[in-house]
């Protein structure tokens, strides 16, 4: 198994552009989510998911899109980056909601 | 929101001192884990807790749920260089499906 898997793993945006981030699990996992992490923050909740086309927003949503057509994939979509999602961005994947999460090895984002 | 304190927010120990850091909440949760995170890294799980007073060890590390079912407690017993990295807890509040993360714990330990 590949694990969770993430691409790219490094991005330069200027504002105002659009980027899908990659996220895919070979575990047959139900529960997926998307955190960002900054510095001194922690990791906080974008969105999630408990299965295919179902999803739901996190702790900080706002720029954010997100659909699940498979179980293996969940991509993260920025429609209009701005500086403030500058930030590394971790996809994890669990069997269910109360079971372990595993967490890709991010994508380090720089928004100009 | 809902908020997570975890402290300290770092600390600095020599080989083979024992290490504790915890977690508190303004919610109950039903479940608690902790994650290390190494630089470029994504966090790994250390230790998972599913039930009130749940004690739980891996190796050196023990990680108990608090009987209230608002705290969190990690220990590393006879701390080794490869112990450095930034420890969270993420809890589970009783009926989310969203997970909060603490602020993290950066470990060094000096040998």
């Known amino acids: 198994n590949a694990g969770v898997t993430q691409t790219p793993k490094f991005q330069v945006l200027k504002t105002g552009q659009s980027m899908t981030l990659q996220c895919a699990q070979d575990?047959?996992?139900?529960?997926m989510s998307w955190y960002r992490q900054d510095p001194g923050m922690g990791l906080r909740l974008i969105h999630y998911?408990?299965?295919?086309?179902?999803?739901d927003q996190g702790e900080v949503p706002n720029g954010y899109n997100v659909s699940r057509s498979t179980t293996e994939d969940f991509p993260l979509r920025l429609l209009s980056a701005a500086p403030s999602q500058t930030s590394v961005y971790f996809c994890?994947?669990?069997?269910?909601?109360?079971?372990?999460?595993?967490f890709g090895p991010g994508t380090r984002l720089l928004v100009l | 929101g809902q908020q997570l304190n975890q402290s300290p927010q770092s600390m600095f120990i020599q080989e083979g001192e024992d290490v504790s850091m915890n977690c508190t909440s303004s919610s109950i949760f039903n479940t608690w884990l902790w994650y290390k995170q190494e630089p470029g890294e994504g966090p790994v799980l250390l230790i998972a807790?599913?039930?009130?007073?749940e004690l739980t060890s891996n190796g050196r590390l023990t990680a108990q749920f608090g009987i209230t079912r608002k705290d969190s407690f990690l220990n590393i017993s006879a701390s080794i260089p490869s112990d450095v990295g930034i420890y969270f807890c993420?809890?589970?509040?009783?009926?989310?499906?969203?997970?909060?993360f603490g602020t993290g714990t950066r470990l060094k330990v000096l040998a």
């Open positions: 998911s408990v299965g295919a086309g179902i999803t």
């Open positions: 807790l599913y039930k009130a007073g």
């Open positions: 575990m047959n996992h139900e529960y």
């Open positions: 994890a994947s669990s069997y269910g909601l109360q079971e372990t999460q595993y």
């Open positions: 993420a809890g589970l509040p009783a009926g989310t499906y969203k997970y909060i």
